[in-house]
T-cell receptor, first 113, second 113 residues
Framework: GDSVTQMEGPVTLSEEAFLTINCTYT??????LFWYVQYPGEGLQLLLK?????DKGSNKGFEATYRKETTSFHLEKGSVQVSDSAVYFC????????????FGTGTLLAVQP | NAGVTQTPKFRILKIGQSMTLQCTQDMNHNYMYWYRQDPGMGLKLIYYSVGAGITDKGEVPNGYNVSRSTTEDFPLRLELAAPSQTSVYFC????????????FGSGTQLSVL
């Protein structure tokens, strides 16, 4: 069945460092791909999405490119801030029109000043 | 707009007790979902609904029941609570179109002792 694998955390970075969080997927066809972010004590929020191969999603300085050939959707940011500390979830949409999502296990990012 | 509202935020149950987790949204979304989040396991879909009067099982429905009598409300019922149901529960909603963003509530932390 469909699945999402993302890198284990926690990831600890200093402020202004470069961030990469790896995400790969297994799916039939070409699902839409998402990154959601969960700040402490809150629910998940959509960070960015891509709906077809070679699409690049971007938001708040974060980017991810839908790579069909490597079945990947890695999250990157050039310069992280303390306020980026959160748990990041990669997800894919399955189930046709019902908008159901499969989530990865989440990666905790801790940014130190 | 309040978005997606979940109550209660925290609850401790004894084994065998029952309770209902409440979820309401004011965005007139057709689709609603219940997920549970276990440490290191990501989010798993419990039940979902594509409109009032229509519900269906997700990946992990055992031990839970739902109803959807109105567009706004999607309560989750736990019957005969078990320690395995200790988790954080998130309700989410989205518009009917495939690929639309899911909006999450802030979660209910449930412990069954």
């Amino acid at each position: 069945g469909d699945s999402v694998t993302q890198m284990e955390g926690p990831v600890t970075l200093s402020e202004e460092a470069f961030l990469t969080i790896n995400c790969t997927y297994t799916a039939t066809g070409y699902p839409s791909l998402f990154w959601y972010v969960q700040y402490p004590g809150e629910g998940l929020q959509l960070l960015l999405k891509a709906t077809k191969a070679d699409d690049k999603g971007s938001n708040k300085g974060f980017e991810a490119t839908y790579r069909k050939e490597t079945t990947s959707f890695h999250l990157e940011k050039g310069s992280v801030q303390v306020s980026d500390s959160a748990v990041y979830f990669c997800a894919l949409r399955y189930g046709g029109a019902t908008n159901k999502l499969i989530f990865g296990t989440g990666t905790l990012l801790a940014v130190q000043p | 707009n309040a978005g997606v509202t979940q109550t209660p935020k925290f609850r401790i149950l004894k084994i065998g007790q029952s309770m209902t987790l409440q979820c309401t949204q004011d965005m007139n979304h057709n689709y609603m979902y219940w997920y549970r989040q276990d440490p290191g396991m990501g989010l798993k879909l419990i039940y979902y609904s594509v409109g009032a009067g229509i519900t269906d099982k997700g990946e992990v429905p055992n031990g839970y029941n739902v109803s959807r009598s109105t567009t706004e409300d999607f309560p989750l019922r736990l019957e005969l609570a078990a320690p395995s149901q200790t988790s954080v529960y998130f309700c989410a909603s989205s518009y009917y179109s495939a690929g639309e963003e899911l909006f999450f509530g802030s979660g209910t932390q449930l412990s069954v002792l």
